[in-house]
């Protein structure tokens, strides 16, 4: 099994500004996901966190607003930028090998102001 | 496209009595399917996983089942307790998806004691 981390755990910030949250997981991994929950809903895919390349994008959320970086296979960062209340969400990496168990983080808790 | 579906979205049963949750899907090209539990702002704890060539997963008090050529996983929960209650939900990993879940919306389940 992997063991994710995120960082920060939650977050008040102020309209415009921009946040970035780190996922590290405990043993290298194939796939690394960012996922967006608002307030009373599931899970929506963000995107797929690509190791050395440009991460791939779901219908709906763009590179400017939540750009993402995947130095190694154990680590990854998504931003949100110019934030706006509607960001206002839980942030969730997610990790899993090939095909197997896919496994997530804690949370990262947004509000923004 | 790939659509999953929880029913019942809320459940209220007394401590004692067995949990039936049930998950849909449309296509039945699929890898596998997760069940997962979320509390209340937290992040997903992974229960169980089906291989797509599996008919049914136990871990302990937790009996998960899939019949993939109908498009049905039930995930049911022995002899209930306060602590089980969260949010339950589902996803599959479809074949073409490289990886990616599909979600379910969630079943909200409260066990009074």
């Known amino acids: 099994s992997a063991v994710i981390s995120q960082k920060p755990s939650r977050d008040i910030c102020q309209r415009g500004t921009s946040l970035t949250i780190q996922c590290q997981v405990d043993?290298?991994?194939?796939?690394m996901f960012w996922y967006r929950q608002q307030p009373g809903q599931s899970l929506t895919l963000i995107a797929t966190?690509?190791?050395?390349?440009?991460?791939?994008?779901e219908s709906g959320f763009v590179i400017d607003k939540f750009p993402i970086s995947r130095p190694n296979l154990t680590f990854s960062t998504l931003t949100v930028s110019n934030m706006s209340p509607e960001d206002s969400s839980i942030y969730l990496c997610?990790?899993?090998?090939?095909?197997?168990?896919?496994?997530f983080g804690p949370g990262t808790r947004l509000t923004v102001t | 496209k790939q659509e999953v579906t929880q029913i019942p979205a809320a459940l209220s049963v007394p401590e004692g009595e067995n949990l039936v949750l049930n998950c849909s899907f449309t296509?039945?090209?699929?890898?596998?399917l997760q069940w997962f539990r979320q509390d209340p702002g937290k992040g997903l704890t992974s229960l169980l996983l089906?291989?797509?060539?599996?008919r049914e997963q136990t871990s302990g008090r937790l009996n998960a089942s899939l019949d993939k050529s109908s498009g049905r996983s039930t995930l049911y929960i022995a002899a209930s307790q306060p602590g089980d209650s969260a949010t339950y939900l589902c996803?599959?990993?479809?074949?073409?998806?490289?990886?990616?879940?599909?979600f379910g919306a969630g079943t909200q389940v409260v066990v009074t004691p």
């Open positions: 296509d039945s090209a699929i890898y596998n």
């Open positions: 966190a690509n190791q050395g390349s440009e991460a791939t994008y």
């Open positions: 997610s990790a899993r090998q090939g095909y197997d168990e896919q496994y």
């Open positions: 996803a599959v990993t479809p074949t073409d998806s490289w990886g990616k879940f599909q």
């Open positions: 089906i291989q797509s060539s599996q």
């Open positions: 043993s290298q991994v194939t796939m």
